[in-house]
Each structure stands twice: as structure tokens, then as C-alpha cells.
């Protein structure tokens, strides 16, 4: 067994992909929630797909910039710094950037013939305004948007931020400092403290609605989570106890931002719904870096398929459930059956189009982020098979 063999954590890569399959209902159930506009929305939404949207909400995103930081802490025990940006750049940038070109705008195109309910003229033409017109981020009705590649850009971006941070407790110079460091915040007491940190970086700007400055302190946060095994320790030791604490709270928290939807920002009950949300995010990371650490650090065959998949298909998904998602809604049935059928047509359209297009060529390989391999055309492997 070698070192990377040794280090490797294998429930991270299984929380990390059901993360990105968590997408597919996710996104799927924002055609039909009442709370945001979205590129293609239905006529009759949902309040059961609303509040599992809040819910998800808690922990969805936070749970991939938690796992961001600790796949980095492990990418840079073998890696040196240098490589780290360099495997970043191709692995992220360049994928963002092919993405922004070619898979958002037609989520943009949509947008515009399910909002207008008229002809949004040819494809060339929108794609000239697309690029210009910036006057609203979120992209919903149509203007320039990094859709939801914004997490790529964000990884990417607050990555290179956090390099001196994480060089930082890297440096066997500072072993000393940083191991009575790791002792008083691997308190469990002191560690949940860190919500009020998340509740600081959520009072800073957001641009497009999301903020960098709040995903920063999860990245880190989940940095410091793999860098000494006293902080898993813990997760494992309080993970029942803090998972009845989550599922006493969450409801409470629920009704309260229920009946305080219009409180303005900075308010007395805004500031207290936020440090109480902070509170159940933070312990809900909790409950699932620790559960899954005991039930899912085990290595599986479909978990290699899964790792290279994952990232393809996040940077896919959207574009296809938009599209997929504008026709259904015009489909004489009831809300559930449109969600069910977005969802898995979503699920089954983005996994072919891996199969069959992005992971059969290098430069396709290149584009999606996948790591570059000898690439097997799908005629080939056919023939093979015949042999």
C-alpha cells in the first residue's frame, strides 16, 4: 500500500458525490419553489418542494466547500504548492471558463422564452446580448451570469486565497504552535464557537447572492478538519448527540424564519436568525463528516466511476434540466410527476452524455476537468468487447 493509499479518505469522495447527486432533486425542485425566480419556472409551485429546498439549503453547498478544504489538505501532503495551483488551474479555471462560453447561455436562451412567452429571436443573435448585458447576475430572466459555475469560480478563486493559510499549517516549523492550536479548538465546545465566525462573514458583501466570504470560512474550516485526527475524534464521539440537537432545532428554525420572511437586514430577529442558522449549519456538517466517516470510508469499484463523473456532470446538469425543464412544465400533469420526470430525465441525459461524449476524447476530458487519460472511443470498446 502506498502513501496517497495510506491518506486516503474515501468517505469524503462518497459525501462529495452525493453532494453533486443531491443537485438533481435540488435543482429540479427550484422550477417549482416559491421563494427565487429561476430560469424556467412552473405556473403551479410547490410548498413541499419550497421548504425542502430551505432545508437543503442548510447544508448543501456548505457541505461541498467543507470537503473542498479537506480534499486540499490531503492534495497537499504529497502535492507541492506549485502543482497544487497548477492542477487547480486546468482542473478548475479552465473548465469555468469552457463552461461560461458554451453551457451556460442556453440556460440564458430558456430563460427568456419561458419568462417572455414569446420567440427570443435566433441563438447567434441572444448570444451577443448575452455577454453585455450585465445588469443581473443571477441570470433568471436572461442577462450574463456564471449560473451555477459560480462554485467553480468560487473554489477556484478562494483556493489561491487560502494557500498562505493553508501553507501555513502545513510548515513542520510551526508544528508546535499549530498542535496547541488543534488541542484547543478540537474541544467540541470551542469548535461549534465557529458558527459565530460564519455568522461575521454573512454581514460582508455577496455579489450575485453568494458569499465568498462565508464559503471561505467553511473551506478553511474543513482544512483544518483533516489536519489532525483529534477534530474526526470528536466529530465521531458527539455525531448522535449533535444529530438529536439538529433535529430538535431545525423545525424551530423553520417556524421562526417562516413567520419573519419580510425582517429587514441587520434587524435584532435577522441578526438572531442568522447566528441561528449558522448554529444548525455548523452543527449539521457535524453530524455528517461524522456519520459518514464511520459508514462510508470504504472503497467500492463505482466510487472511481463516481469521482470522474462527478465534476462533468455538475458542470452539465443545469444547462439539461433548464431545457428538459421548459418543456415539461408545459405537460398536463401534476407538479410531482413534472419534478420526477425533470429530475430523472435531468439524472439519465447527463450521465449519457459523459458516457458517450465527454469522457471519450482527450480534449473533452480536458475541457470538463476530467484527469487525462488514453481515452477508449465508444466504437472501439465495442469491438473489443466482440473480441
Request: a positive charge; hydrophobic letters at 55%.
Amino acid at each position: 500500500m502506498n502513501n496517497k493509499e495510506l491518506i486516503r479518505r474515501y468517505d469524503i469522495d462518497w459525501l462529495r458525490n452525493f453532494g453533486i447527486l443531491l443537485l438533481f432533486p435540488f435543482h429540479s425542485a427550484r422550477v417549482f419553489d416559491h421563494w427565487d425566480p429561476f430560469y424556467v419556472k412552473s405556473e403551479t409551485l410547490s410548498w413541499g418542494l419550497s421548504w425542502f429546498i430551505s432545508v437543503a439549503n442548510l447544508w448543501f453547498m456548505p457541505l461541498l466547500f467543507w470537503l473542498a478544504g479537506s480534499a486540499s489538505w490531503y492534495a497537499l501532503r504529497v502535492k507541492s504548492t506549485s502543482f497544487f495551483l497548477k492542477e487547480r488551474s486546468n482542473r478548475l479555471l479552465i473548465p469555468l471558463l469552457f463552461g461560461i462560453l458554451f453551457i451556460v447561455p442556453p440556460q440564458g436562451y430558456f430563460a427568456i422564452l419561458d419568462h417572455s412567452g414569446k420567440s427570443a429571436g435566433s441563438y447567434i443573435m441572444f448570444i451577443k446580448n448575452f455577454f453585455t448585458d450585465l445588469s443581473d447576475l443571477s441570470g433568471y430572466f436572461g442577462t450574463f451570469t456564471p449560473a451555477h459555475l459560480w462554485f467553480i469560480l468560487y473554489l477556484f478563486v478562494l483556493s489561491v486565497a487560502a494557500l498562505p493559510f493553508f501553507t501555513f499549517f502545513n510548515n513542520q516549523k510551526r508544528k508546535d504552535n499549530v498542535n496547541k492550536f488543534h488541542k484547543i479548538f478540537s474541544h467540541p465546545f470551542i469548535f461549534m464557537l465557529l458558527f459565530i465566525v460564519l455568522t461575521i462573514a454573512q454581514a460582508l458583501p455577496a455579489p450575485g447572492g453568494q458569499n465568498p466570504f462565508y464559503y471561505l470560512a467553511i473551506l478553511l474550516i474543513g482544512y483544518i478538519s483533516c489536519s489532525d485526527p483529534r477534530y474526526q475524534e470528536m466529530f465521531n464521539r458527539i455525531r448522535f448527540k449533535v444529530l438529536i440537537l439538529v433535529l430538535i432545532l431545525v423545525p424551530i428554525w423553520a417556524i421562526l424564519a417562516a413567520q419573519n420572511q419580510d425582517a429587514k437586514d441587520f434587524s435584532t430577529i435577522s441578526i438572531f436568525l442568522t447566528l441561528f442558522r449558522s448554529l444548525i449549519t455548523l452543527l449539521g456538517l457535524i453530524v455528517i463528516v461524522g456519520f459518514g466517516n464511520k459508514f462510508l470510508n470504504v472503497r467500492h469499484k463505482i466510487l472511481t466511476y463516481l469521482n470522474e463523473a462527478a465534476f462533468p456532470i455538475y458542470i452539465i446538469h443545469q444547462s439539461v434540466l433548464v431545457v428538459i425543464g421548459y418543456y415539461v412544465i408545459r405537460l398536463d400533469m401534476s407538479v410531482s410527476a413534472k419534478f420526477i420526470l425533470i429530475m430523472l430525465s435531468t439524472l439519465i441525459a447527463s450521465l449519457l452524455i459523459f458516457e458517450l461524449i465527454i469522457k471519450r476524447t482527450v480534449l473533452t476530458r480536458f475541457l470538463f476537468g476530467v484527469k487525462i487519460k488514453k481515452a477508449t472511443p465508444l466504437l472501439k470498446q465495442e469491438q473489443n468487447k466482440t473480441v
